[in-house]
């Protein structure tokens, strides 16, 4: 007994280092965003300021840059949820000797590493775009196009891997008996497939928008003139940093626990209805069964909850809040400090000097008209002694 | 094969099986093969001003790779040794962080896996956020964190642990833990997949035969999830070799990962041949190595992406 909660002990130890190299840094990041200096440091705290939001919805750059990514992502969405759809599709139904190498085909773009991907697609296409004789400035150079281009040929993959397993479970006799009543193919897969699909289509959809928009190896060779705000991102990074960067990563940082808890909440719920409906007896349920609230056994819910009123705890803050008094503060009790070491410093050249002359009063005192290193050259009288 | 095409476009119906085939085709071929095959031919040719492209001077040449070997002609050394050493150096880090991510990540997804509760949940969802938050801001919060006056130093010399500031960046360590960090959910989730399916009766079975703790992961789960523990180390194989921001944040001033090399070649020397040829290199080098240990362990291609 007293071994196995030694073992649950050290897996909680372990459990607790692991995330704390999970979120650490993260936790980290965000709380930098609110602190007063330049760089971005934690240690030691100065003053809460959210200044570094204004800076950050003032910059150009970024908010262009978010501009960039929220279209290439939708171009990218749009293309590979295509594209993985009909991957997916043809993989159930093709040819089984044919069906091991073209797996290996639509998957190894995942494998591939994405500086590869990139610069293999602006090769490509900066050749088609010549053999075509088109000049530099033609849509096939275009930096967004080449970016969803390249970006889509292995995010693809990733809704391929998606879709095929919901896929998987579809009956392919709903189909055929939607044809025998008479349905066109295009009706079948419009008024059956589709609708079985959609919970796959929108993971798919959105998991193609989060790693077009976070993506980073590729883009960073066919950008063009169309930079994304990862790529903004990472020339602000390498060439000095601010909290500004903090500031984004903050907002980011909200959104997707919003995000996350959001959804946890909706699946918890569903669950939760489930369980009652099955457990309602017949009388209930034709009286129409109390459902259980929003908040009731939903952990995610009430972290949802949490997290926004705090949320609106720091919005209000930061419309009150004002760090200038304590910005002057520190910047006061800085420049005391600073002073007080030039005191120092002047108070410890004034001892070492005055150690030294009483040195050189004891040894060069015979000749002390003459202990300068340059021998008096300098003297405004040495020439005119010689004279 | 006209049998197959004919009974494929019957099932589907002739415009959707047209639409169909038309959008595999122009992602397989348009985007994945014929951009690796140009890549490929690119590497082998001379590095022209646009208006010679196609002329006399056009032609095949394996300049490219020799340059990756013995360095610029007439140089003052036998090899290329700068960047053959990025190379290696590239290779041997991105294995080092992939075993360091596998002993890190499988203690985690058994964990996860052979445990049932809400909080489990939880964990997936803590686990998750990070990975939806981007690469570059990952990169920059452990620049935060590992820098000169960043929160280890501050604290190690608070602590008196250090007399002077640790240099985490220059000695690699901030790049070795930022890759490590940046492709952790790749090594967990496929581990999870197939631990989450073994039967745990099968581990007390193993228990009540008398099999040590070390005894039932090393004869019962390590050889059910070799095929996820195989997937998750080639992602994070090829990822880390592959990966270029956490190199370029994270990275101390003389240190280079091949990645740069080739970023330098395109963007700096506007050299694109020389930078194909090198992608290749990079490309094939890593597949043949990932194959080499498959083959080795006795896992199958299928077995990935699962």
């Given at each position: 007994m007293k071994n196995l909660s030694f073992l649950r002990l050290s897996v909680w130890f372990y459990l607790a280092i692991f995330f704390a190299y999970l979120l650490g840094p993260l936790i980290i990041m965000s709380a930098t965003a609110?602190?007063?200096?330049?760089?971005?440091?934690?240690?030691p705290w100065e003053c809460l300021t959210f200044e570094w939001f204004s800076a950050l919805f003032q910059d150009e750059r970024i908010l262009n840059g978010i501009k960039n990514s929220v279209i290439i992502g939708f171009g990218t969405v749009v293309l590979s949820v295509a594209m993985g759809l009909a991957g997916a599709l043809l993989l159930t139904q093709i040819w089984p000797k044919l069906r091991a190498t073209y797996y290996t085909i639509i998957i190894a773009p995942i494998l591939i590493p994405g500086v590869v991907l990139g610069i293999s697609t602006l090769v490509f296409w900066d050749r088609i775009n010549r053999m075509l004789g088109l000049?530099?400035?033609?849509f096939l150079s275009n930096g967004l196009f080449l970016t969803i281009i390249g970006q889509s040929t292995f995010i693809a993959s990733y809704c391929m891997l998606v879709l095929v397993a919901r896929l998987q479970r579809y009956d392919v006799a709903l189909t055929e008996a939607a044809l025998d009543l008479g349905a066109t193919h295009a009706q079948a897969f419009r008024k059956v497939l589709l609708p079985f699909m959609r919970p796959a289509l929108a993971s798919a959809a959105v998991l193609a928008f989060l790693a077009s928009f976070e993506n980073y190896n590729t883009t960073t060779f066919t950008f063009g003139e169309y930079p994304t705000l990862t790529i903004e991102l990472a020339q602000k990074v390498r060439y000095g940093i601010t909290p500004a960067i903090s500031a984004l990563a903050f907002i980011i940082v909200v959104l997707t626990v919003f995000a996350a808890l959001a959804n946890e909440a909706k699946i918890k719920r569903q669950q939760l209805v489930l369980a009652a409906r099955q457990n309602a007896s017949i009388e209930e349920l034709k009286q129409g069964i109390k459902l259980p609230g929003f908040l009731s056994g939903n952990a995610a819910a009430v972290a949802l909850v949490l997290v926004s009123i705090a949320t609106v705890v720091v919005v209000v803050t930061a419309t009150t809040h004002s760090p200038a008094q304590c910005i002057a503060d520190v910047k006061e009790q800085k420049r005391i400090e600073a002073e007080k070491l030039i005191q120092e410093l002047r108070a410890k050249r004034d001892a070492n000097r005055a150690k030294e002359d009483n040195k050189e009063d004891v040894q060069q005192a015979p000749k002390s008209e003459n202990n300068s290193g340059f021998g008096?050259?300098?003297?405004?009288n040495a020439l005119s002694t010689d004279n | 094969m006209p049998g197959f095409l004919k009974e494929f476009l019957n099932r589907n119906g002739t415009g959707m099986g047209l639409a169909i085939l038309g959008l595999v085709l122009f992602w397989t071929?348009?985007?994945?093969i014929l951009p690796q095959v140009s890549m490929l031919d690119f590497s082998f040719r001379p590095n022209l001003p646009p208006p010679e492209i196609g002329g006399p001077k056009d032609i095949y040449t394996a300049e490219n790779y020799k340059y990756l070997i013995?360095?610029?002609?007439?140089?003052?050394?036998?090899?290329n040794a700068v960047d053959l050493r990025v190379f290696f150096r590239t290779l041997v880090a991105a294995i080092c962080v992939t075993i360091f991510n596998l002993i890190l990540c499988y203690p985690i997804a058994y964990y996860l896996g052979q445990t049932k509760g809400n909080h489990i949940r939880i964990f997936a969802l803590m686990l998750i956020i990070p990975y939806w938050i981007n690469e570059i801001l990952r990169a920059f919060a452990l620049r935060i964190i590992f820098g000169e006056t960043g929160v280890l130093n501050n604290f190690f010399v608070g602590l008196g642990v250090f007399d002077t500031p640790f240099d985490f960046i220059r000695n690699d360590i901030a790049l070795y833990a930022g890759l490590g960090y940046a492709y952790i959910l790749l090594m967990i989730f496929p581990i999870y997949n197939v631990i989450e399916s073994l039967d745990r009766n099968q581990i007390e079975a193993a228990r009540d035969m008398g099999a040590s703790w070390i005894k039932i992961h090393r004869r019962v789960v390590i050889p059910y999830a070799k095929p996820g523990i195989s997937s998750g180390c080639t992602m994070v194989f090829m990822l880390s070799a592959g990966a270029l921001a956490a190199p370029q944040i994270l990275g101390g001033p003389s240190s280079l990962w091949f990645t740069q090399l080739i970023y330098q070649q395109f963007n700096?020397?506007?050299?694109w041949p020389q930078g194909a040829a090198y992608a290749v290199v990079l490309l094939v080098t890593c597949i043949l190595l990932v194959l080499a240990i498959m083959r080795l362990f006795k896992v199958n291609m299928g077995d990935i992406g699962k």
């Open positions: 609110f602190n007063s200096p330049d760089f971005p440091r934690i240690t000049g530099a400035d033609s008096n050259v300098f003297d405004p | 071929i348009v985007l994945i013995f360095g610029p002609e007439g140089g003052s050394q036998d090899y700096d020397n506007s050299d």
